[in-house]
C-alpha cells in the first residue's frame, strides 16, 4: 500500500499564424483544448508563461472552451487543433478508429489514476475489493478498476459500481460511511479526499501505474508543415517542466500568481503542486521521449479490460520528430532565469 504522490489531466493544441502586433516577429497562436483553465495541472504552461519561454519561441498560448462532448481528436481530424493531448486508451481507439495520428510528446509518463481506500481500511488489496462496492468517480473510471481487477484474475463482474461524481464532500461522505469500500479515480480527487478530511492509501496494482497518462497527439499528415511552431510550443513546455526540478518554491509563487483560487488553502495547493510534479516530470533522459515498450507492455491490459478493441504496434504511431528540439535548451540558462524570477517576486 502506497501514499498517492500523482496527478492527471487531458488537452488539445491548435496552431494558427498571426500577425505580430509591437513585435521583431510573427507571432503564432496555439490553441488549447483542455478540460481545466490554467492550472497546477499543467504548471509547464503557467511556468512557460511566467519566464516568457512561450513569447521567446514566437508563439501564443490560447485556451479555447473545453466544455464539449466532442473527442479531442476531432479537433485534429478536422483541421481545427493541430495537436491533442489524449490519455492512451483515447489514442488507441482513436488509432482504431482511423484517424491519422501520431504521438510526439509524452506529457506524463506516469499513470494519475489509482484505486483508493481510507488509510487504515481493512482493505489493503486489489484482492479484496471483490464482493464489495466500489465507487467511480466518473464512467471513465471503470475501465481503470477493470484492468486492476484483472491483475489478480477478477472481473468488473466481481464487484458492485457506483458513480459518485467529482464533488469533495460527496466522495469524502461515500468513505467516511462505508458506502464504498474503494473509489477508483486520480490526483485530483484524492486531493478532494484528502481536503474533505479522508486521509488516502492507494492499493493500485504496480504494473498499472507505469503510462503515458498523457500524450500529445498530432495529425500525421502536417508534421513537417507546422514544425517550427510545434517545436517552440514543445521547447517552452519542457522548459516550464525542467523548472519545478530545480527550483519548486518558483513554481509555486508562479501558481499563486496566476491561479490564486487553487492556493486560496495554501496546504491544499501544495499538496496539488507537489503530485502535479510527480505527474509532469518525464521519467526519460529526453524529456518527453516516446516509449515503444511501454505502449505495447500497456496495451494487452486495456484489450483484456475491454477499454480497447485492438492492439496497435507503438511503432505504427509513436514519433519522436520533435522530442530533439523539445530538448534543445541550456539547463543552466533556465535555472538562473527561475531563479532571478523569484528573487524579483518573493
Sequence with gaps: MTKFNTLLVSTAI?????????????????????PLPRSTNFYPLVVGEALGYFEEEGVIVNLLPSDTSIPYVAFVQNGQADLAMLDP???????????????????????????GVPAGSDVDSI???????????SDRDRS???AALNTVGASIDDVETVVLGESGPTLAAAMRDGNVSAISGAAPDWISLIVNGIEVDLITPPELLTSPANTFAAN?????????????????????????????EAVAEMLRQAVPEEWENE???QLYLDMSIGMNLSTTERLGDVQPDVWNSIQPQFLESGA???????????????????????????EAEAAAWMEENQ
Design 220 to 248: 500525421a499528415d502536417t508534421l513537417e508543415e507546422k514544425r517550427d511552431a510545434m517545436e517552440g510550443f514543445l521547447r517552452a513546455w519542457s522548459k516550464g517542466m525542467y523548472v519545478a526540478a530545480v527550483n519548486p
Design 127 to 137: 484482492e479484496d475489493l471483490v464482493g464489495t462496492t466500489v465507487g467511480l468517480v
Design 89 to 115: 486508451v483515447e489514442t488507441v481507439n482513436a488509432l482504431n478508429a482511423g484517424a491519422p495520428i501520431n504521438t510526439v510528446y509524452e506529457v506524463m509518463q506516469n499513470a494519475p489514476e489509482g484505486i
Design 308 to 334: 480497447i478493441e485492438e492492439i496497435v504496434p507503438a511503432e505504427d504511431f509513436l514519433n519522436d520528430i520533435y522530442i530533439e528540439a523539445a530538448n534543445d535548451f541550456d539547463r543552466a540558462e533556465v
Design 14 to 34: 491548435a496552431v494558427t499564424s498571426v500577425p505580430a502586433i509591437g513585435l521583431a516577429q510573427d507571432m503564432t497562436t496555439v490553441n488549447m483544448i483542455n
Design 144 to 146: 481503470f478498476l477493470q
Design 267 to 269: 496546504d491544499a495547493g
